[in-house]
T-cell receptor
Framework: DTEVTQTPKHLVMGMTNKKSLKCEQH?????MYWYKQKAKKPPELMFV???????INESVPSRFSPECPNSSLLNLHLHALQPEDSALYLC??????????????FGEGSWLTVV | AQTVTQSQPEMSVQEAETVTLSCTYD???????LFWYKQPPSRQMILVIR??????QNATENRFSVNFQKAAKSFSLKISDSQLGDTAMYFC?????????????FGQGTRLTINP
């Protein structure tokens, strides 16, 4: 059973819609991540939050807006997306901090289709 | 820049056979961590095994083991007594610290099929 929970599992949205992807973990982790994965490709890092502060933004377009309300929750707000943004969005978490090697645990992902 | 290369896009073996997936990486760092993740059709990324570069002993987890050759920058995964449930996409990944956070750099993946 995954300890990183993502909702919704599937989302279909129009290019003018505003929607959000949600992620929750209760492992006491202090780092949370958003990855984007296109078909037959590896995941690509989008954002990293460390201790509720945005640490990494991999030059992601502003139509994707992350939010970390507290150490257990991570949201990804979506607005004015393009069809090429259709992908699997994976949330992940880890113990965080500057110590390398903390295992990163992934959720089951949210399938996003932009029409 | 760190890169991870998986040279086998697809592999297929019979159930109960042993299979080895290859991975090479490039880095100038002396201490780092390497991971193998599997992604079954359910799409969840599941940790298979991890290796700390400063440890010379190869990591093992039940039927899964690695052959870590630091000088050659090679990190292969061996699956013994393969099972149908091992069918998945396997990603090799290198972890680095950037801007105070951990970042996984993934290879392109190897699609492994276990046939009955």
């Amino acid at each position: 059973d995954t300890e990183v929970t993502q909702t919704p599992k599937h989302l279909v949205m129009g290019m003018t819609n505003k929607k959000s992807l949600k992620c929750e973990q209760h492992m006491g982790h202090r780092a949370m991540y958003w990855y984007k994965q296109k078909a037959k490709k590896p995941p690509e890092l989008m954002f990293v939050y460390s201790y509720e502060k945005l640490s990494i933004n991999e030059s992601v377009p502003s139509r994707f807006s992350p939010e970390c309300p507290n150490s257990s929750l991570l949201n990804l707000h979506l607005h004015a997306l393009q069809p090429e943004d259709s992908a699997l969005y994976l949330c992940a978490s880890s113990r965080g901090g500057l110590v390398a090697g903390n295992t990163i645990y992934f959720g089951e992902g949210s399938w996003l289709t932009v029409v | 820049a760190q890169t991870v290369t998986q040279s086998q896009p697809e592999m297929s073996v019979q159930e109960a056979e042993t299979v080895t997936l290859s991975c090479t990486y490039d880095t100038s760092e002396s201490n780092y961590y390497l991971f193998w993740y599997k992604q079954p059709p359910s799409r969840q990324m599941i940790l298979v095994i991890r290796q700390e570069a400063y440890k010379q002993q190869n990591a093992t987890e039940n039927r899964f083991s690695v052959n870590f050759q630091k000088a050659a920058k090679s990190f292969s995964l061996k699956i013994s007594d393969s099972q149908l449930g091992d069918t998945a996409m396997y990603f090799c990944a290198f972890m680095r610290i950037i801007q105070g956070a951990q970042k996984l750099v993934f290879g392109q993946g190897t699609r492994l099929t276990i046939n009955p």
